[in-house]
């Protein structure tokens, strides 16, 4: 086995949109402007891609935020809410 180092940086941004007791549930018009202003505090960051969890708020807000951010969205079932 051969490893090889690479000299890579990477970056981690967590957005996380205001907590819902009904999780899943569609972003009210508040929630859509806090998802643009979202997107543009974060428009001169460079990214690969926006990862989400498959909850429908989760997925709007990186859809609405990415009309600021240009790059690709994926939704996996990998990411979610956990309640303490």
């Known amino acids: 086995m051969v490893w090889i180092k690479a000299n ?13 007791r009904d999780v899943d549930i569609p972003l009210t018009e508040k929630g859509v402007m ?22 429908v708020r989760s ?13 690709s969205f994926c939704s996996t079932s990998g990411l979610s809410v956990c309640r303490f």
């Open 8 to 20: 890579i940086e990477l970056q981690f941004l967590l957005m996380l949109h205001d907590f819902c």
């Open 34 to 55: 806090d998802a643009l202003a979202g997107g543009r505090a974060i428009s001169k960051i460079d990214f690969d891609i926006i990862f989400t969890s498959r909850l």
């Open 59 to 71: 997925k709007q807000t990186a859809l609405i935020a990415m009309t600021q951010v240009r790059t």
